[in-house]
């Protein structure tokens, strides 16, 4: 069907045939200029899209698949470690009778689980959190991670432990609920060492001196020189690695795991 159309003139009516007078039609560059800025602009939605499923999806694995991953990891290594510790401790003793057991246990590897943490005031449910050996990424996933240039839990020194605040369990979840005073237990093979938290800081990630065989401060000049210290420390704030929030503590009491088994 031709394109017409009746222009008015003072000569009378013309009728003008527009498809032969113009051929056939064709898009101006402006729209095909449009049409191709709609087709990255539906290009860069659908990436914006899936970025942010992306992004969805690692977050939900952060908040909850993480902690529930990390909790279960948790619960297995505490059952396990807790069996460990009274069978190689009886074949300790047993192989080696009238030794000292302190002088007997190896060093821990890394990686290794070779402690449990608990902390009162953390965790009033009384669930303990596995200590492993180092504090890459994959030791922290599966709990608390020892520094293992520091001492030992009882030597002579200081004994640091490091811990996520927020996702694969959060063992730290509620730092700032912490005082002085305040109790933090751990648990190995040779028995339980009980500390008292004596005071707390908040530094910069550089700040490695907090983990020295005796850190400078003034709560902590007053000890005597064969103090035995542990030093936990996490992000702060939160959700933020921008500092570094550190409590400091001192051995108050040890259990050897004979007595242990005689009280239990």
């Known amino acids: 069907m031709a394109l017409n159309r009746i ?3 003072p000569k009378g009516r013309i009728v003008i045939n527009y498809a032969k007078w113009v051929g056939k039609r064709r898009p101006s560059k402006h729209r095909a200029i449009k049409q191709r800025g709609y087709k990255a602009l539906a290009v860069v939605g659908e990436l914006m899209i899936t970025a942010g499923l ?5 977050v939900v694995y952060e908040l909850y698949v993480s902690n529930f991953a990390a909790e279960k990891t948790w619960s297995d290594s505490t ?9 190689d401790y009886r074949a300790l003793i047993e192989a080696n009778p009238g030794a000292d057991p302190v002088e007997l246990v190896e060093d821990p590897k890394p990686g290794e689980a ?5 902390v009162p005031k953390l965790w009033p449910a009384n669930k303990p959190v596995p200590i492993r050996e180092g504090i890459a990424d994959r030791d922290l996933a ?13 030597e002579v020194g200081n004994f640091a432990i490091a811990g996520h605040r927020a ?10 609920t912490l005082a002085k005073g305040d109790e933090v237990i751990v648990e190995t093979l040779l028995g339980r060492y009980v500390y008292s938290l004596v005071a707390d800081v908040k530094v910069m990630p550089e700040d490695v001196w907090v983990i020295s065989k005796r850190p400078s401060l003034p709560e902590l000049d007053s000890l005597p020189a064969d103090a035995k210290l542990i030093t936990l420390t996490t992000c702060h704030p939160r959700w933020s690695s921008e500092e570094r929030w550190i409590w400091f503590g001192v051995l108050k009491t040890f259990t050897p795991r004979a007595e242990l088994g005689k009280s239990a």
Not at 54 to 58: C, H, M, N, R, S
Not at 79 to 87: G, M, R, T
Not at 114 to 118: I, M, T
Not at 142 to 153: F, I, R, V
């Open 114 to 118: 070779f402690g449990l943490l608990f």
């Open 167 to 176: 996702t694969h369990g959060e063992p730290f979840a509620e730092f700032q």
């Open 142 to 154: 599966k709990g608390l991670g020892h520094y293992s240039e520091t001492a030992l839990p009882g």
């Open 54 to 58: 992306v992004l969805g999806a690692y």
């Open 79 to 87: 059952i396990q470690l807790e069996d460990k510790f009274e069978a």
């Open 7 to 9: 222009l008015r003139c």
